[in-house]
């Protein structure tokens, strides 16, 4: 099976800050990877396919980036809404695995 | 608007048995792909089963292979997840979810509001 790493585990920030967080694979999964939000209590929420590109309706200030083993998401100019965690999922082959989330928090 | 929802959740036996179902609607079920995942409590997101749009390839994560089986029924719009001789570490919420095609890879676009399963003595 694939393993996905994402780094930090938990990120502290500001309203207003920009922020990274990183999804690795064990190996190259070409541009296979999802990003998906989840908050307390509720079901994930699905962001960004094949790397870098964003489902209809999340707001431009996430973007994702990143191919092979190495991939980035960004928020910028983070809101209120935007504390929770996330979760990188590689589709390249079965099963398609999750990294263990990034959980983002109020500073 | 797409709608999953889950349901067949509850406590369970250890080595007991449990059927979740989902009934799908806003869509043409039987266009897509369809996944079963799991989150136990405070942990992360887990795949545990998918099945074609027709029903004809099935996959399941190790762990659960030989007890749980999914299927579904495009008649119904419904698919399903019988799991049998459950353990302990069965226990947590089961979403639902949707498989497309997202720029030539899948990708799980929507999501129910999950059911939970809960094996204990």
């Known amino acids: 099976d694939i393993q996905m790493t994402q780094s930090p585990t938990s990120l502290s920030a500001s309203v207003g800050d920009r922020v990274t967080m990183t999804c690795r694979a064990s190996?190259?999964?070409?541009?296979?990877l999802n990003w998906y939000q989840q908050k307390p209590g509720k079901a994930p929420k699905f962001l960004i396919y094949?790397?870098?590109n964003l489902q209809s309706g999340v707001p431009s200030r996430f973007s994702g980036s990143g191919s092979e083993t190495d991939f980035t998401l960004t928020i910028s100019n983070l809101q209120p809404e935007d504390f929770a965690t996330y979760y990188c999922?590689?589709?390249?082959?079965?099963?398609?695995?999750f990294g263990q989330g990034t959980k983002l928090e109020i500073k | 608007q797409v709608h999953l929802a889950e349901s067949g959740g509850g406590l369970v036996k250890p080595g007991g048995s449990l059927r979740l179902s989902c009934a799908a609607s806003g869509f043409t079920f039987s266009d897509y792909y369809m996944s079963w995942m799991r989150q136990a409590p405070g942990k992360g997101l887990e795949w545990v089963s998918h099945?074609?749009?027709?029903?004809?390839?099935?996959y399941h994560t190790d762990s659960v292979k030989g007890r749980f089986t999914i299927s579904r029924d495009n008649t119904k719009n419904s698919l399903y997840l019988q799991m049998n001789s459950l353990r302990a570490d069965d226990t947590a919420v089961y979403y639902c979810?949707?498989?497309?095609?997202?720029?030539?890879?899948?990708?799980?676009?929507?999501w129910g509001q999950g059911t939970l399963v809960a094996v204990s003595s």
């Open positions: 099945i074609s749009s027709s029903g004809t390839y099935t």
């Open positions: 190996q190259n999964i070409n541009n296979n």
């Open positions: 094949v790397a870098s």
């Open positions: 999922q590689q589709t390249y082959s079965d099963p398609y695995t």
């Open positions: 979810t949707r498989a497309a095609s997202c720029g030539g890879a899948s990708c799980l676009d929507y």
